[in-house]
């Protein structure tokens, strides 16, 4: 297969025929940016970049079940932290990130699970207090240190953060099943008795939670209506602000089987579940994290488990979040949730934009689909079907550019993986095409990418969660440094920070391609080829307000190919922005496009 042929191609990109910048790039007017301009770059701290060996043990002294610290264990931390992120911003902004989405970095549980099972929370979604730094990643000071930095040189911060749950702390007095907390239902367990229909009538008066005023949630008084809740000798002062020691602020319905109302109600594997139907708790969320933008004046938000949060806490959340952004002098302010599904459900994801609120939320339909076109085992009917699908979101197809779109995460795991998965006796270098043809989309296609750490290096894994959590730093995790990279011969076990990456290289040449091209970032989208076998997919692209057309043209197929689209009729020129370009149309309407295997081209029309 002519692979090599098509990355020669790939990295070819002629700087000619690019319109000029019209995205405001100077650090003192990063304010202006709008959210639809960014391309950001997803990083957890613990994984990142070690800047100080000082704080690897978060202050705390004993073995790994007391620190969490073990950098030879995929699940405890590692060492990354504020200052090794901030010190390596030359190399996130060289790959043309504009912002950087960072795991949560508010002070977590160390450690937490059963005897055994135990693994650490470096990943940061176990807090117990909101408000303040984990001190394994450092300091409030580090934490201003770094968004200033950032800010210093005209990019943004987004925070990561979560009202679903907080660590595991509360615990049930009831003896635990093989299995955990199976899930009680409101309709078995109501509000209204203790432990069951057949108990004693407690909250009376209760009128039930979507009852939001503050008179009815008084005579909730008793948090055992389903399981007995109780917080551990110890841990009484755990959590801050203080509230949140209280189990009446929680579901204490045992474990989510993650359907119907225990998606909402139920604890995420023990993870305390909050009653974010209470106005104390919605109050409470608003003044924590309304905190944050006040103090550091950070730029947006990811929602961490939006879906599993009733949309009612988020049509209050949201709106709260813009106004104090605005107070603060950030009118871009962005906030995108986590609505995550393994299935292409572009309906799914919507309602969340349009039931709760939410501005945006992470593209999940995009992924799906992406993989499967670079995968090799499907067509790409599914990617053509996306820009007709964006109707559903709030503010429709115009709202749709404002979707993180992402080819990788932390929790589904990385592209290559994926491409791997469903090929696994795949070549290295055809590897690498799938995986720069993906990301090749990721950069031009509509929505705001998304890059997630240490895809830029050909960071594979063998699957989601921990084994897609690969340090960037030298690692000393085996698991990790015995799978081979692609693009390259290093391996984790060395920092892998280098800018002459193929990916790299590939993410930066188009991040500037996108900068300086309106129609990659706010222009819609007309689909010009596709077919449910692999093959050629292509779209147009329009200036939104010169309407010049930009076509982005990607073979998923492993074997050149060559096709006649249609375009506007007025376009009759053109000039590449990336790969090999026709020159002219073949009659006004139609042209030409031939690629080379897993090749792909962007094709600016000439006025
Ligand atoms: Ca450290
Ligand atoms: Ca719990
Ligand atoms: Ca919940």
Known sequence: MPIALALSLALALPACARTPAAIP???????????GDE??????????????????????????????????????????????????????????????WLGPIFKNKPVQGPPGQESAGYHGYWVTD?????????TEAGFRAFVEAAHARGMKVYMDIIANHTADVIQYRELAPEGGYPYRSKADFPYSRRGGVGGTPIN????????????NWARMTDPAFAYTPYVPKGEENAKVPSWLNDPIYYHNR????????????????????????????????IEIYGSWIDRFGIDGFRIDTAKHVNPEFWRAFVPAMLDRAKARGISNFHIFGEVAVSDYDPALLASWTRNAGLPAVLDFGFSVAVAEAVGGRAGTTDLARL?????????????????????????????????KQANPQISQEELLARTMLGHAMLLT?????????????????????????????ASKVA?????????????????????????????????EVRRTTPALRGGSTKVRAFSDKPGLFAVSRFDPESQREVVAAFNTADRPITARIAIEPGSLAFAPLSGQCPLTADAPGTVTITLPALGFAVCAAKE
């Open 25 to 35: 790039t100077a650090a003192a007017d990063f304010r202006a940016r709008a959210p």
């Open 39 to 100: 391309v950001v770059y997803f990083v957890l701290p613990d994984r990142f970049e070690n800047g100080d060996p000082g704080n690897d043990r978060g202050g705390l002294k004993g073995d790994r079940l007391v620190t969490g610290f073990d950098p030879s264990a995929r699940g405890f931390y590692h060492g990354g932290d504020l200052k090794g992120l901030t010190a390596r911003l030359d190399y996130i902004q060289g790959l043309g990130a504009t912002a950087i």
């Open 130 to 138: 909101f408000t303040a730094v984990d001190p394994h990643f450092g």
């Open 204 to 215: 009376p008066g209760f009128a039930g939670d979507a009852d939001p005023s503050p008179a």
């Open 254 to 285: 045992g474990n989510s089987d993650w359907v119907g109302e225990s998606a909402l109600y139920g604890d995420f594997s023990g993870l305390d579940d909050l009653a974010t139907e209470n106005p104390r708790v919605v109050e409470g969320f």
């Open 387 to 419: 820009f007709d699908d964006d109707a559903l979101y709030q503010g429709g197809k115009q709202g749709a550019l404002q979707l993180p779109t992402f080819v990788s995460n932390h929790d589904a795991g990385r592209l290559a993986m994926l491409v």
């Open 445 to 473: 296609l509509r929505g705001v990418p998304v890059i997630y750490s240490g895809d830029e290096q050909g960071f594979v894994g063998t699957g989601g969660d921990q084994q897609a959590r690969q340090d960037m730093f």
């Open 479 to 511: 698991q990790y440094n015995d799978q081979p990279l692609i693009g390259t011969n290093a391996t984790t076990a060395e920092a892998n920070f280098d800018p002459g990456h193929p990916l790299y290289r590939l993410i930066a040449d188009l991040a």
